[in-house]
């Protein structure tokens, strides 16, 4: 009976998505909307198949930026949320401008960028390390901080060193929520990255989408669309799979 | 008033501690000898925990020293093992590693730490579950590796905070014995905390009341030797005075 409800609740959300893309092909088939307006699915999967090597090396690019921006935004958060925890002080001082500084619109920061380090790779970048940083950052601050105070002060009793407090205890007690904010921060790395492209440079998904759409082939631009959805649950999915590896304890509680 | 002075291994000396500048305990005098059980029996939330803290040196008292093996220690942590209601084991290890905690902290090398833990899971019926993680536990068991764990640290001197409270009561009276079983194997002396009247004159040699606010030591009471380890054993006339005694004075 578990195990129906379980495949039920997977087929559901598989069959709402065919539904929509059937009625997506029909509609387009008819004619009730033009091809150079709306292409059909059939037309997309058709452009990916036929530019796929082009295709492939853009995304291989902008795949690079990603991945890099989003390392480069681990290791920034974590030396920004430890030292946050160890100070009050800067907590108390940099969180406030942290909040405030996601308020800014990244689409405006993206063109400064571009003014100030030029069309190469690095702006790029530079805004996906902007769009991960924060949550990753608020999430690991947010473990170290809920440990419990009986806890750390049960292994205080047992004479515990500052550094192994935090090496034994918060470390490990904050790498789930690590891994949630690193969840965030995945699938914005992708976008962060074609936001980046997108404001001009050599090579990437954002600046193939961009020069597809100059040539109005609509059909090109939602393959590379297609790309990108693929391209972030992929990171999202092997984000969560170093997870179950690391923390092979959490996925004990159901049994 | 003290029965062996002479051979304590912890000694609380005139302990006031003050809290938004008002006292919560105050004048505190106890003492715990080598191999005994002594139980601090009092209203929740009266300031035993607090003197808990006092003795592991996690507070500075405004007043009063505290003495292991005649030494000040004060205000030192680092010498004394805790062991809280809430089993505190850390989720990411199993329960060997969570065994470790003390060994490692001290700085010895893991491995070494393990050989030393695993040597001790017979004693506390742990042998079966070495691997488990903690969320695999019932809360009895829970308990157990708590226990170990601060038996790991030291069995010198060993504070037990209310450390059956949060178990049910069946669960709570199987823990009392087996703690008692555990205690004749490891021969090690306890401080315990607890506002549980049958839970104190069960286990304990000796029984500390503390009351009233600031909370301090109204009577001590010496509990005669129980024929045999089982919670029937209490239901003989002199349990029945003692617990009345007791009852009174609270």
């Known amino acids: 009976m578990r195990k129906f409800q379980n495949i039920s609740d997977r087929l559901i959300p598989i069959i709402f998505m065919l539904f929509i893309l059937f009625a997506w092909q029909f509609v387009v088939s008819m004619g009730w909307v033009e091809r150079f307006i709306l292409p059909a699915p059939t037309d997309i999967v058709n452009a990916l198949i036929l530019n796929w090597s082009d295709i492939l090396m853009h995304t291989g690019v902008t795949f690079f930026e990603g991945i890099t921006g989003l390392l480069v935004a681990v290791v920034f958060s974590f030396a920004m949320a430890i030292i946050m925890d160890q100070f009050v002080l800067v907590k108390k001082a940099i969180y406030p401008s942290l909040v405030i500084s996601q308020t800014v619109p990244i689409i405006i920061i993206a063109p400064l960028l571009a003014m100030w380090f030029g069309f190469g790779i690095a702006p790029k970048i530079f805004v996906v390390v902007l769009v991960c940083f924060f949550p990753i950052t608020i999430n690991l601050i947010e473990g170290l901080q809920s440990v419990d105070q009986e806890l750390i002060d049960l292994v205080r009793s047992m004479g515990a060193r500052k550094i192994q407090i935090f090496s034994k205890i918060k470390f490990p007690y904050a790498l789930p929520y690590f891994f949630s904010g690193l969840k965030i921060a995945a699938t914005y790395s992708i976008m962060g990255a074609v936001i980046g492209e997108w404001l001009g440079g050599k090579a990437g998904l954002g600046v193939y989408m961009l020069r597809a759409r100059h040539a109005f082939a609509l059909d090109l631009v939602f393959a590379s669309i297609l790309v990108i959805v693929i391209l972030s649950i992929g990171v999202f999915y092997g984000i969560a799979m170093i997870q179950k590896a690391i923390m092979p304890w959490e996925k004990l509680k159901e049994e | ?250």
């Open chain 2, 1 to 250: 008033m003290n029965f062996y002075q002479n051979n304590s291994v912890l000694k609380v000396e005139q302990v006031t501690k003050e809290y938004n500048h008002k006292n919560i305990i105050e004048g505190i005098d106890i003492h715990l000898n080598q191999g005994e059980f002594v139980s601090i029996l009092g209203p929740s939330g009266c300031g035993k925990s607090t003197l808990f803290n006092v003795i592991a040196g996690l507070l500075l008292p405004e007043q009063g020293k505290v003495f292991v093996n005649d030494v000040d220690v004060t205000g030192k942590t680092g010498i004394v093992s805790y062991m809280y209601q809430k089993d505190l084991l850390l989720p990411w290890r199993n329960v060997v590693d969570n065994g470790i905690l003390p060994l490692e902290i001290r700085g010895m090398k893991k491995d070494e730490a393990r050989e030393k833990v695993i040597e001790m899971l017979p004693v506390f019926g742990l042998q079966d579950h070495m691997e488990k993680y903690p969320n695999q536990l019932s809360g009895g068991m829970k308990q157990r590796v708590s226990l170990m764990r601060t038996y790991m640290f030291s069995k010198e001197i060993m504070l037990l905070d209310e450390p059956f409270g949060g178990l049910d009561a069946i669960t709570r009276l199987k823990m009392q014995k087996y703690l008692l079983e555990i205690l004749k194997k490891i021969h090690g002396s306890v401080l315990f905390i607890t506002h549980d009247i049958d839970e104190a004159i069960f286990l304990s040699d000796r029984i500390y009341i503390i009351k009233g606010f600031p909370a301090h030591i109204v009577e001590e009471i010496k509990v005669p030797a129980k024929g045999s380890d089982t919670q029937e054993a209490m239901n003989t006339n002199e349990f029945r005075d003692l617990r009345a005694k007791v009852l009174k004075l609270l």
